[in-house]
């Protein structure tokens, strides 16, 4: 009986997808994108960010869909105590910049509080092995404005200044709210 239990544990972990988050002690892959803060372009790098602190490395699905919206607006509630324990924020979405500029600026959701950086591409989605989803034909953002990109899985890493991962917290598999992955996120680095 156990071998049977071992053998369908093993056949299972087998034909499970190709594409898993990175986990707690893999090597952050650096990345560099362009990024707005408070509405202002300028080019994000990991590698700078972490040479200042832990950094937390949110993504998102789009800027002004509910999740989306509650998750910002909770992390620039918390940008200060993120701050005082001595880590920086970056959020990474589809979203091109003209809609990250506003999203950025918008004193309801990022309120200039943290940088959020577009990947437009996908390519750092792919780098940290995040799931995607294609364009959805007539999907709206909660200003009835056609989003028209891709989705990425809703995955937040908090990863330490060796570039390591501390921890990785994810929407469909620990079946967290975005809020949830602020305060756990504001956690870890305060207890760092």
């Known amino acids: 009986m156990k071998k049977l239990i071992l053998g369908l544990a093993l056949t299972a972990f087998c034909a499970a997808p190709a594409f898993a988050a990175l986990k707690v002690g893999d090597t952050a892959p650096d990345f560099t994108a362009k990024a707005s803060l408070g ?19 949110y993504f998102y699905p789009s800027a002004y869909t509910g999740g989306c919206d509650l998750e910002a607006h909770t992390f620039a509630e918390n940008a200060d105590k993120f701050a005082a324990a001595g880590a920086n924020i970056i959020g990474v979405s589809a979203d091109n910049m003209t809609r990250l500029n506003q999203f950025a600026a918008d004193p309801q959701f990022c309120a200039g509080k943290f940088p959020i950086a577009s990947d437009e591409s996908l390519t750092v989605a792919k780098s ?13 953002d909660v ?10 899985e809703r995955v937040t ?14 929407s469909n598999a620990d079946k967290l709210s975005p809020d949830q992955h602020v305060e756990k996120s504001l956690a870890i680095v305060s207890a760092k």
């Open 128 to 140: 940290y092995n995040l799931s995607t989803t294609p364009p959805r034909e007539g999907a709206k």
């Open 157 to 170: 890493y908090v990863i330490g200044k060796d570039h390591k991962i501390i921890a990785v917290m994810s």
């Open 39 to 57: 509405g202002k372009e300028f080019t994000f790098s990991l590698a700078d960010s972490l040479k200042k602190g832990p950094t937390v490395v």
């Open 143 to 152: 200003r009835g404005v056609e989003i028209g990109h891709g989705f990425i």
